[in-house]
């Protein structure tokens, strides 16, 4: 008799293992995660007053004593069930801090607020989407043309590459990236000090008249460089619910964006390997203005889910990979252009400087140097993640334990790490909950815009 392939057996072995119903609600309480992390363990919930117990609950009872909860990779290359929850919870948290709701109260949406975007400088021509650059019939100094002018779609490999790799500043690059959050810094600094001087009030005056809250995303361009979608909003002394001041317009932020943002200059480190290189934003930047009035071209929605779709994508974005290297030979074996292949190789060989040594750049190769968070806010600007995960688990709780408790109740847990991830064949079922899953939302959305319009159709005739 033929052997079973390793799949096949596993679907066997899966078949016949014991709890398998209760295994599945599991992973369909995921959302279907690519790779959940189990646990074991216990909860308790008392009576806060009389010490009752009200409810208890341990992973003895389960498939193999453990419990599946969602891994909360935000990254769709990884897990795409938790990257969309990931992506939902960003989209509230922006849209709370544009127009109120989960603690931020609802006048913040009266404050000057706009939509930025900050790119970085060019390290060299490379090749974009749309009309190319034209045919010139100078070539530079290593032979190479200067045009190109072909038509790239936004699918074309060429698109983000070099003309001339030889020309091109992977060191500049590299550098450029890992101090991206110190570019940003720099900028929300600069902010303060040029509302200060359209205002004329001093430097440290204005930090006591108003706050700049603000959230930004990290997104990779084509080239493999980052740059930053932000939103920015004016508030008063207190945070969001104070106002600015009267001077402190939509049109005031407007204009000290641009001027902020082209005075930064910070130096990266100086080396004997490159010498000095000057780090600065790039002349492409973009500012709109967020209003209240109706019409407007961005709604508040708009632009909460345009940063919460960056939130799910990273690095491969750029053709890069998403995983740590640990030697020279990982990364020359890699799937990727030349060009991700030459900034790898550029920030691994820039990591062994002692000059550079904080800015870890051996450890954030894969990332092309850049070691920021993708999604960063101020404190005052919304709620935060953690808030939002633990008004769903108290909603969660609330609605399958705690509904007809009207005491103070306290839950003591003990919780410890047993495993990650699926065997093959239970990423195959995990991977066919989740597509089920998400068949349901598309059709319930789908019924909800139906029923939304025909309302409306229906409050249209006479």
Same mark, same amino acid.
């Given at each position: ?22 295994? /599945? ?27 009752e117990?009200?409810?208890?609950y ?124 110190? /570019? ?98 790039g ?9 209240i ?12 889910a ?28 890699l ?54 995960r ?35 064949a ?35 005739q006479?």
């Amino acid at each position: 008799m033929r052997a079973l392939p390793d799949i096949d057996r596993d679907l066997v072995r899966l078949g016949q293992q014991p709890g398998l119903n209760r295994w /599945l609600d599991q992973i369909r309480a995921t959302g279907g995660c690519a790779a959940p992390i189990y646990l074991a363990g216990q909860s308790v919930t008392t009576d806060a007053t009389t010490g009752e117990v009200l409810h208890s609950y341990s992973t003895d009872g389960e498939p193999g004593s453990r419990l599946a909860v969602r891994c909360r990779n935000r990254r769709a290359s990884r897990c795409q069930p938790c990257s969309r929850e990931h992506a939902g919870d960003t989209f509230h948290l922006v849209r709370a801090g544009l127009v109120g709701g989960k603690g931020v109260p609802d006048e913040v949406r009266t404050h000057p607020r706009l939509f930025a975007t900050l790119t970085a400088p060019s390290f060299g021509s490379v090749h974009r989407a749309g009309a190319c650059h034209p045919v010139r019939r100078r070539r530079c100094q290593h032979g190479s043309p200067q045009g190109c002018g072909r038509f790239h779609d936004g699918s074309d490999l060429a698109v983000g590459q070099p003309l001339c790799p030889d020309c091109y500043d992977y060191t500049a690059h590299i550098l450029w990236n890992a101090h991206g959050p110190a /570019l940003w810094k720099a900028f929300r600094d600069n902010l303060y000090h040029h509302l200060a001087a359209r205002a004329g009030v001093g430097r440290s005056t204005v930090r006591k008249l108003l706050r700049v809250s603000a959230a930004k995303v990290t997104e990779y361009q084509k080239r493999g460089v980052v740059h930053f979608h932000a939103v920015i909003r004016l508030d008063g002394p207190t945070g969001p619910d104070s106002s600015p001041p009267a001077w402190a317009t939509s049109s005031t932020l407007l204009g000290a964006v641009p001027s902020a943002a082209a005075a930064v200059s910070l130096t990266a480190p100086i080396s004997a390997a490159y010498g000095t290189i000057p780090l600065r934003f790039g002349t492409q930047l973009e500012a709109h203005e967020l209003t209240i009035h109706l019409g407007r071209r961005l709604t508040d929605e708009a632009v909460a889910a345009y940063i919460a779709k960056y939130t799910s994508k990273s690095v491969e974005s750029a053709g890069a990979v998403d995983h740590r290297i640990n030697s020279l030979a990982d990364f020359e074996t890699l799937p990727v252009t030349p060009h991700v292949r030459a900034l790898i190789g550029t920030a691994w060989r820039l990591g062994s400087l002692p000059e550079l040594h904080q800015l870890r750049l051996r450890a954030w190769a894969h990332m092309l140097g850049y070691r920021g968070h993708c999604l960063t806010k101020t404190r005052a600007f919304s709620a935060t993640y953690t808030d939002l995960r633990a008004a769903r688990a108290d909603h969660t709780r609330g609605q399958q334990l705690f509904a007809d408790w009207d005491s103070e109740t306290v839950t003591e847990s003990t919780w410890r790490y047993v495993g990650q991830g699926h065997t093959p064949a239970e990423q195959l079922i995990a991977a066919g909950i989740a597509e089920d899953l998400a068949v349901n939302r598309n059709v319930t959305r789908d019924e909800r815009r139906h029923d939304d319009h025909g309302s409306w159709h229906r409050a249209e005739q006479p």
